[in-house]
């Protein structure tokens, strides 16, 4: 079965960290660009959060997490993570992690095209 599941949302308090996971089963995430997207509330648009491109592992972010998060790839695990530090309750929302073929533009951030899979999400709740 072709599916990304991710894991490791939770509550935290703001200035928290989190680390975010991104596991597929079925195929090579290595072979793809993998993007982090946040989805505020239900019925909103999921935004570009990070990505990492497949051939030089390049690493892109929106600039509201600039220096707070971290995008990073595990091969041997066929997992893909996200370090969030600093985590500020704005940044509350469901993370969903998508594999795909390419980046088509950083504005907005991480849009990607030939989106093959995405994954359930994992919730972020940062609050005191």
């Known amino acids: 079965q072709l599916q990304l599941v991710e894991s490791g949302g939770g509550l935290v308090q703001p200035g928290g960290s989190l680390r975010l996971s991104c596991a597929a089963s079925?195929?090579?995430?290595?072979?793809?660009?993998i993007g982090w997207f946040r989805q505020e509330a239900p019925g909103k648009e999921r935004e570009g959060v990070s990505?990492?491109?497949?051939?030089?592992?390049?690493?892109y972010y929106a600039e509201y997490v600039k220096g707070r998060f971290t995008i990073s790839r595990d091969n041997s695990k066929n997992t893909v993570y996200l370090q969030m530090n600093g985590l500020k309750p704005e940044d509350t929302g469901v993370y969903y992690c998508?594999?795909?073929?390419?980046?088509?533009?950083?504005?907005?951030?991480?849009?990607?095209?030939?989106?093959?899979?995405w994954g359930e999400g994992t919730q972020v709740t940062v609050s005191s």
């Open positions: 998508a594999a795909a073929e390419k980046i088509l533009s950083h504005a907005p951030p991480c849009l990607l095209g030939g989106v093959y899979r």
């Open positions: 079925g195929f090579t995430l290595e072979n793809y660009v």
């Open positions: 990505c990492t491109s497949r051939s030089d592992g390049s690493q």
